[in-house]
């Protein structure tokens, strides 16, 4: 995988992100697939996505905790561009076990148990969702967190066994607000009351001045853990 990585990349070089997912879904026919949770950065690709009519599939975790605002717009982006966001929901036996054995809000008490909850409602569907493509298109940028520092815009996924590849990594937060107005794409409304990353209802809260742009997100746990599995890094990665 790593030769065909360093391969792929020497092509994207110099190419702006819509020239690269344009290329990729060129290399990859049917096989390319973007994941979105209707924040900032993945409405910027869901627009590159269908506005230029690329052949790649887009879906999205609904986990049954979202905000309504993000319904809101995922409801919005449907009416926009007219195309199918495909949604992928947890196992609804596996919901049932978790809830009826610790309660709806066990994800509080461990970070254990969050992991359990984030297994359950997003990383099992997910594997469901990427199995059998080859390239992963996400919304990652490298100022996000220091865990998203040190990776490159094209990696291997181990887990997944396939390439990722994040189109706007090196985009500032500036440029990803300018984008969305420039085009005016429709976003969550939670982004203007404080939501920089924007998850489940009971999990997510509004960042205050100074916090980290992940500070919001499983606000009660160590910065350190937070991650849901949905990125797994490699140990040389890290």
């Not at 092509?11 to 879904?25: I, K, S």
Request: one cysteine or more; aromatic letters at 12%.
């Amino acid at each position: 995988m790593v030769g065909s990585i360093e391969k792929i990349r020497a092509q994207l070089t110099n190419l702006g992100p819509v020239e690269a997912l344009t290329l990729l879904a060129e290399l990859f026919p049917g096989k390319v697939i973007f994941s979105t949770s209707f924040g900032w950065e993945d409405q910027v690709i869901s627009h590159m996505i269908f506005a230029n009519k690329l052949p790649i599939k887009v879906f999205t975790l609904e986990t049954g905790r979202l905000f309504p605002e993000t319904y809101y717009v995922w409801g919005r982006t449907l009416e926009r561009y007219g195309e199918n966001i495909h949604a992928y929901y947890p196992n609804t036996e596996a919901v049932e076990r978790l809830v009826s054995s610790k309660g709806p809000s066990s994800f509080y008490e461990s970070v254990e148990n969050r992991k359990e909850c984030c297994g359950i409602r997003k990383v099992e569907p997910l594997n469901r969702a990427l199995a059998g493509n080859d390239v992963w298109i996400t919304g990652i940028r490298a100022e996000q967190s220091a865990n998203r520092q040190h990776m490159d815009n094209l990696e291997p996924d181990e887990v997944h066994q396939l390439i990722k590849f994040h189109p706007i990594y090196s985009w500032s937060l500036d440029e990803v607000k300018a984008y969305i107005k420039e085009y005016n794409i429709p976003y969550n409304p939670l982004h203007d009351k404080g939501f920089p990353s924007i998850g489940c209802a009971p999990c997510t809260r509004a960042v205050r001045e100074g916090e980290d742009f992940r500070a919001g997100r499983w606000w009660w746990e160590d910065q350190s853990k937070k991650e849901c599995g949905l990125h797994e890094v490699s140990t040389e990665q890290k």
